[in-house]
């Protein structure tokens, strides 16, 4: 079996795997989570090395968490900035349909996540006929509660984030040998697919959570020992998650229309 995955698609979105390339890279930080490595890349292909896939345990995700908050740490020019090596938008979902993921510098969380997220998924929800001129409303009186909803969590620096590190995203695999002598671990987690950008740090976590991260306790108890989160972060999950949840409404309808509405609704009504 060839040494190499490649993603491809002949009409994929102009730069989509250049940008894709550019985020792996930014995520690769001493000390930070193994990101899978780019052997080649072009307007149609992005050619992966090939992971040898293994089980989870809790112990590899405790590592993830501590490794997270590492590259988490290493930070981002300013709230919304692409990574290093892209100076456009970039993408967020699945290869055929993907949404443009607006970037640039905003001065604050709130003013990134209302007119960088909330606003651009309310009109292309509008634009695809997913969403009722009711949920863009919606959206547009969660943009005005974000001072509120966010604190006590404002006071953080933009952080390097995967950006769509939802299970999926994450692999489990055998480790790569070093060759040291020292004992290596049985598994450890590989972060593929990111859309990379500079935002908060609970936004990462919020995504593992909403699909079901394996041992997401684990994790989010080894990223507590290398940076402790705000007070009142569980409360705000469902905040970093309307985002991902609107984007899913807004590709494939259905029982995430719902979601996103329940969701929504529940922050305005907690006081």
């Not at 040494?3 to 930014?26: M, Q, V, Y």
């Not at 193994?34 to 149609?44: A, D, K, L, Q």
């Not at 935002?199 to 108890?221: C, K, Q, S, T, Y």
Request: proline share 9%; charged share 20%; net charge negative.
């Amino acid at each position: 079996m060839s040494d190499l995955f490649t993603k491809s698609r002949a009409d994929a979105p102009e730069g989509f795997f250049a940008c894709e390339a550019a985020g792996l890279a930014w995520l690769r930080v001493p000390g930070g989570p193994r990101v899978v490595e780019v052997r080649g890349v072009g307007r149609t292909h992005l050619d992966l090395e090939r992971l040898q896939p293994a089980r989870p345990t809790p112990s590899a995700a405790r590592a993830l968490g501590r490794r997270l908050a590492v590259v988490h740490d290493a930070g981002a020019p300013a709230w919304g900035a692409p990574p290093a090596g892209w100076d456009g938008d970039g993408f967020f979902g699945p290869l055929d349909d993907s949404l443009p993921l607006p970037t640039g510098a905003w001065a604050d969380w709130p003013s990134f996540y209302a007119e960088a997220r909330l606003a651009p998924v309310a009109e292309q929800g509008r634009e695809r006929g997913a969403l009722e001129p009711d949920d863009a409303a919606l959206l547009g009186r969660l943009a005005e509660r974000l001072p509120d909803l966010a604190r006590p969590a404002l006071d953080d620096s933009p952080a390097r984030l995967h950006g769509d590190l939802w299970s999926g995203n994450v692999l489990w695999a055998a480790p790569v040998t070093s060759g040291s002598g020292e004992a290596a671990p049985a598994v450890e987690a590989v972060l593929i697919d990111p859309a990379a950008y500079g935002g908060h740090r609970e936004a990462d976590l919020a995504m593992l959570a909403l699909f079901g991260a394996p041992h997401l306790d684990e994790i989010v108890a080894g990223y507590q020992e290398v940076h402790p989160l705000a007070r009142g972060w569980r409360h705000r999950v469902a905040l970093h998650q309307v985002y991902p949840v609107a984007v899913h409404a807004v590709l494939f309808g259905g029982g995430y229309r719902t979601q996103l509405r329940s969701t929504v609704a529940a922050l305005l009504d907690d006081r």
